[in-house]
Each structure stands twice: as structure tokens, then as C-alpha cells.
């Protein structure tokens, strides 16, 4: 009777720590507008990508083990989100430029970038909600900080509110924000901000969604 009590004690003690952890939303993945290839269309530049996630707002959730135990937390405490300038405007370019769009800023200029110049269309984005539970699953650690610590599972949620300003009318031409989300289900070789780069690339292909951006990009709207 010993054994049995202390097996299922054992269960239940794996199982509140598999179940503890809320998951995270999953956005919806709107279908985005491919702009045709004009040259005369106008250009778009990644100004700036700012945080501003409520103080305290739960932000990630580690668990650890091949039963996912409850591991540690964080709680957002100001700054900034855990990716790059170049990481956010790696996934800009490259979410803009798959559908047609033209992008200024050239990332291999190495003194003057004259593709600024040409820019119209100044894009910058808030992040103010962002949610990461990850699994790290050959990690012993409820820091994730010893073991195999470049192998994870999980997923991110992340909303952005985004602005674009107009050089030409002198304004903000279009308010909007995005939801996007990124899951693995299955364990993967990669990292944190990876998670986070990839729920920011989903927002921006939802930016790409909005009909009111692609119409922004018509060359018509210059004159």
C-alpha cells in the first residue's frame, strides 16, 4: 500500500506540474495582399519598433523536463522586448518584400544608405501584449540554464498597435493593431527570440491583411 500511495503521489505531483501553465492565445492568420510589381509604387521603411507591455504583465512561463514541469517565471518589468533592430527589420523586409512591396534600407550599406531617401511611408510599431510558454524538455533546470539549453517547444503570442506616417501628406495615414502567434508542438533546435521573431513576422504578415496599407501603396496615392 506504501508503494501504491507513494506512485500515486508521484502522479499527481506530475500532473499539477504539467497543468499549471496557461497557455498561450493563437492568433488568427489572415491571408495578406500581394501588391503587383510597379516600380513607380511607393516605398515603405521599418522606422521603429517600440515596447510597451503594462508593467507586471506576465510575459513568459519556463517549464523544464520531459513532463514539462512548472518552472520559473517573468514578469515584464520595462525596457525592451529580447529582439534586435536588425531582427525586427530582418522579418520587416522580408514579410514586405515576398508579397511586392518596396522596402527602403539597405542592410549590407555600410556607410550612406541611399534607399532612405526614397521612403514615403514610415512604418513604426508597439508591441503591447507579448506571451512566451516554452518547454524545455532536455533541461533539468526550472531556469532552463543547464542541460540542453538550444532545444524547445511552446509558443508565443504578440499584439502590435501600428502607425504609418506619410512624408509626402505630412501625417499618420492609417492607426491599426495585429495579432500573431507562433507554435511548435513538436521539440525544435532553436531559441527565445526566435519564438518572439516569428510572432512578430505573423503580426507584420497580418499588417499585410489590412486592405488600407495596400491601397497606401498604389502609386496613384501620390499625387
Known sequence: MKYVASTLSLLLAVLAGCSSVQPTPIAQQKSPIPAPSDPDA??????????????????????????????????????RINLTDEEFRDGFRKEFTNLNYKV????????????????????????EKAQTNVCFPFSGSPDANIGVTSRLKG??????????YSKSSAKVVLETTTEGSFEATETIAGSIPQFLKNAFQANVRNLLAEPRLFELSRPALQK
Open 42 to 79: 511607393r516605398t515603405f521603411l521599418l522606422a521603429d519598433v517600440v515596447t510597451q507591455i503594462p508593467l507586471g504583465d506576465r510575459v513568459m512561463n519556463i517549464q523544464y523536463g520531459w513532463s514539462c514541469f512548472k518552472g520559473n517565471y517573468a514578469d515584464w518589468r520595462g525596457g
Open 104 to 127: 527602403a534600407g539597405d542592410p549590407l550599406a555600410l556607410f550612406v544608405d541611399n534607399t532612405i531617401k526614397n521612403a514615403d511611408l514610415f512604418v513604426a510599431g508597439a508591441i
Open 155 to 164: 509558443s508565443t503570442y504578440m499584439r502590435v498597435r501600428w502607425q504609418i
